[in-house]
Nanobody, 117 residues
């Protein structure tokens, strides 16, 4: 069993920053693809940012230049972060972390990010 847990969500004013954390643990080894998705009320879940084992990152056009996905150190490569800067009300959503391991997808329960004045 692989467990995925996110943390770091909260309420922030427009223009502010938040840093989300995600750790995949349990029956998982090696360096795996990990990604952040988000789902706003009434909208479909969308990919926000991803990082593959080789370190290549990808971003949704709506967050390029504002969000950065990164991995933790050599001993904790299945911990990733999402640094979110210049947050806007349209970034309000539940943010979900995801990992793909041995042909299966594993999701965290999500963390709420609310951008409001």
């Amino acid at each position: 069993q692989v467990n995925v847990v996110e943390s770091g969500g909260g309420l922030v004013q427009p223009g502010g920053s938040l840093r989300l954390s995600c750790t995949a643990s349990g029956s998982i080894s090696g360096i795996n693809t990990m990604a952040w998705h988000r789902q706003a009320p009434g909208k479909q879940r969308e990919l926000v940012a991803g990082i593959v084992p080789g370190g290549t990152t990808s971003y949704a056009d709506s967050v390029k230049g504002r969000f950065t996905i990164s991995r933790d150190g050599p001993r904790t490569m299945n911990t990733v972060y999402l640094q979110m800067n210049s947050l806007q009300p349209e970034d309000t959503a539940v943010y979900y972390c995801y990992t793909f391991y041995r042909g299966r997808s594993f999701w965290g329960p999500g963390t709420q990010v609310t951008v409001s004045s």
